[in-house]
């Protein structure tokens, strides 16, 4: 932060801006945290609401991917609208949909509560970084989204957590009472210390380009949130991913033909983002690919509770986020090539480990490992970002955080599909025999054991595969010098020079 908390918003009006931060991370915290807080109460909401598995994770699922379809939009919104009235709106749509959960009489209420939250968390997230880099110079870049990836980070992380205490201790409605008073104090306060501190344009909604990232994104999110129930080979899966990514490209095309593009796609033209984009996107499959994996070991191989499964990869989670605002600084200082190579060198320590995991490794033993993890995507991911985003021209930050968010949505979605395919795949395939449980019960018994622990292994390696991939990338990432001040017009002679 800077010796003064005095700042100017668009209009020359003086704001205090450790309030607004404050404002804007205890919000989006709220928001973020709902993506997973619902993961170990699906056996109680089945129980009150008599529906089944593949039903209720449409919690989740459905959550997902309206949050992810909104991200894009956010770009044009935050473009034409004043940050203070944006947030605003998007906070109260997610109070909205939390009223919704919280007093829902059936399964159709909660789940339409579950898809208006995600329209405000869609917006809340990269609105929050669009104005983090907005309202702090490019030197204290590192430290402002290290305090964003303390909360973009730590909130998923704790929700399983969270979720397990409270159900076990209160009940189901009580995950989204808590926050409601919280998020009206947020709103409160968003009205007094929230400024206008982006420059809006207002340009015309092209709703064609609407519908088609819609459909485009939606449909591939869709798709491979569907590939852990029905598989690849499905019909519904393969027609939904191939038909998703040809409307992608017909909405690419189209932006790239558009004077004034419902998404700026040329901040691909500056290598440093598109590093940056890669980089955070390949990190993120081998994040939360095992945040999904690592859980259904503890409960399925391990016996452990849902809560108890959470609490192991607690210090984990928390070790992020406190470790978020240090790399921040960290960047600042040296920059993000030495950091984001010493990252995934201890990402992909951290992840072989999991590949001889047998029904008897101490717990110990994957609570130090999973923190490993941690710490390694703590050096990786804010600081890349970052960097990618400081290549860029000022008038491009909504829209390059819009499309790295985007991509990262994705490609967390495809590497859970990949994962949770490969497991079930495997484990299904070195399964006995049911013959062998009349034969010899004991017999079938260990055997299931090693199939599931194969299933483990096989998704673990992939991983592993998705790190070496990541640690690759790593050495495109450069230092660069000081950024001088630039805007969209200049956006070419930026991309030749990078």
């Not at 668009?10 to 450790?18: D, E, M, S, T, V």
């Not at 390949?282 to 108890?308: C, D, R, W």
């Not at 998705?466 to 495109?476: K, P, S, V």
Request: charged fraction near 10%.
């Amino acid at each position: 932060m800077s010796s003064s908390n005095e700042h100017l918003d668009i209009n020359g009006k003086p704001f205090n801006r450790n309030l607004l931060v404050l404002v804007l991370l205890v919000g989006t915290f709220c928001t973020v945290l709902n993506g997973t807080i619902l993961t170990t109460a699906f056996p109680t909401l089945m129980k009150e609401f008599n529906v089944t598995t593949s039903a209720v994770q449409w919690l989740t699922t459905g959550f997902l991917m309206v949050n992810g379809i909104m991200i894009p939009v956010t770009a044009w919104l935050s473009n034409n609208f004043s940050t203070k009235v944006l947030y605003i709106i998007a906070m109260s749509t997610f109070l909205i949909g939390t009223i919704m959960c919280f007093t829902a009489p059936n399964f159709g209420t909660i789940l339409a509560g579950r898809l208006v939250q995600a329209v405000g968390v869609g917006i809340t997230m990269p609105l929050m970084q669009v104005v983090m880099l907005s309202i702090f110079p490019s030197n204290q870049r590192g430290t402002a989204m290290g305090l964003a990836g303390l909360v973009i980070g730590l909130a998923p992380a704790i929700g399983p957590t969270l979720s397990g205490w409270i159900i076990d201790n209160f009940t189901w409605r009580d995950l989204f009472g808590m926050i409601i008073p919280i998020v009206v104090v947020v709103l409160i306060l968003a009205f007094i210390f929230m400024r206008p501190v982006i420059q809006t344009k207002r340009t015309k909604l092209d709703v064609l380009s609407l519908v088609l990232s819609t459909l485009g994104f939606g449909s591939v999110l869709y798709g491979f949130s569907s590939v852990g129930d029905d598989g690849w080979g499905s019909p519904i899966v393969l027609s939904t991913i191939i038909g998703g990514v040809i409307v992608i490209l017909l909405f690419g095309y189209r932006q790239l033909k558009m004077d004034t593009p419902f998404l700026e796609l040329r901040v691909f033209k500056v290598k440093k983002f598109s590093v940056a984009a890669a980089l955070s996107s390949v990190t993120n499959m081998a994040m939360v690919g095992v945040e999904m994996i690592l859980p259904l070991y503890l409960q399925i191989v391990k016996g452990m509770s849902a809560f108890h499964s959470g609490l192991t990869l607690l210090p984990g989670a928390l070790l992020i986020g406190v470790m978020s605002p240090i790399t921040g600084r960290a960047f600042d200082r040296f920059g993000p090539k030495d950091l984001a190579r010493m990252g995934m060198f201890l990402l992909t320590a951290g992840t072989i480990p999991f590949l001889f995991l047998t029904k008897t490794t101490p717990v110990l033993d994957i609570v130090v490992l999973y923190m490993i993890r941690m710490f390694g995507i703590s050096m990786v991911l804010m600081p890349v970002t970052t960097d990618g985003m400081n290549s860029l021209p000022f008038d491009l930050m909504s829209h390059g955080t819009a499309v790295n968010n985007t991509v990262r949505q994705v490609f967390s979605s495809m590497g859970t599909a990949i994962l949770v395919s490969v497991l079930t795949n495997v484990t299904n395939n070195a399964k006995p025999g049911h013959s062998l449980l009349v034969k010899a019960p004991l017999q079938y018994k260990n055997n299931f054991f090693d199939a599931t622990l194969s299933g483990y292994h096989a998704a673990f390696m992939v991983a592993i595969l998705f790190c070496l991939i990541a640690l690759a990338i790593t050495f495109m990432v450069k230092n660069s010098s000081k950024s001088k001040e630039l805007n969209i017009n200049n956006i070419d002679e930026v991309a030749g020079d990078k």
